[in-house]
């Protein structure tokens, strides 16, 4: 099956201070979604970004899919940011995810 | 608010028991998936139903089984639990051709 690998792992910034969230994925996908899961475990859709760039508010991501990969950039963090950052694809239209592991953020005040 | 809504959000019990979880997908979607988060193994898909037909099923044990019902809401089914059934178990809806998945708030389960 399809592999989705989320770096980095972990991540601990100053309130303030931008980032980038790396997602590869291993085949071509036709989905692929950011997750926030916040610290109640909720995942929050982020973003539904197969390919091309989107943005909202603090938040934008940029998927380039012939180069099987994904970027999460957010900007000017603050504390309500912290939690887990899910990568996940999906090969087909009403296929599964397949999720990454995540990369847990921590903000600090 | 997702749209999907799952019931109970907690859920207490013994090893050995069986328990229900539910989940209402958003209106008008036809497609329910089944996640599972445990530490180990992540989120991994479950099983998937479209419009009451199972439609693909991923690493789920012989012990759990799931059904979708006429009016579109889905029913996971554990039985014979064991400590490493604990986890939060998801529910997700998709539209007609739409593949973006919503996801509802999950059921954390503690088997004792």
């Known amino acids: 099956g399809i592999q989705v690998e989320q770096s980095p792992p972990d991540l601990i910034l100053q309130e303030g201070a931008n980032s980038t969230l790396r997602c590869n994925f291993s085949?071509?996908?036709?989905?692929l979604q950011w997750f926030h899961q916040n610290p109640w475990g909720q995942l929050i859709n982020l973003f539904y970004?197969?390919?091309g760039t989107k943005q909202n508010g603090r938040l934008s991501a940029t998927t380039v899919a012939t180069e099987r990969y994904s970027l999460l950039y957010i900007s000017s963090s603050q504390t309500t940011d912290s939690g887990v950052y899910f990568c996940?694809?999906?090969?087909?239209?009403?296929?599964?995810?397949?999720f990454g592991g995540g990369t847990r953020v921590l903000v600090k005040p | 608010d997702s749209g999907v809504t799952q019931t109970p959000k907690h859920l207490i019990t013994a090893t050995g028991q069986r328990v229900t979880l539910r989940c209402s997908p958003r209106?008008?979607?036809?497609?329910v998936y089944w996640y599972q988060q445990s530490l180990d193994q992540g989120l991994q898909f479950l099983i998937q139903?479209?419009?009451?037909?199972?439609?693909a099923k991923g690493n789920i044990l012989e012990r759990f089984s799931a059904q979708q019902f006429p009016d579109l809401h889905s029913e996971l089914n554990l039985s014979s639990l064991e400590l490493g059934d604990s986890a939060l178990y998801f529910c997700?809806?998709?539209?007609?051709?739409?593949?973006?998945?919503?996801f509802g708030q999950g059921t954390r389960l503690t088997v004792v």
């Open positions: 997700a809806s998709s539209g007609v051709g739409v593949t973006e998945a919503f």
């Open positions: 085949d071509s996908v036709n989905n």
């Open positions: 970004i197969p390919s």
């Open positions: 996940a694809v999906g090969r087909a239209a009403g296929n599964k995810l397949t």
């Open positions: 209106s008008g979607d036809l497609s």
């Open positions: 139903y479209y419009n009451g037909e199972e439609r």
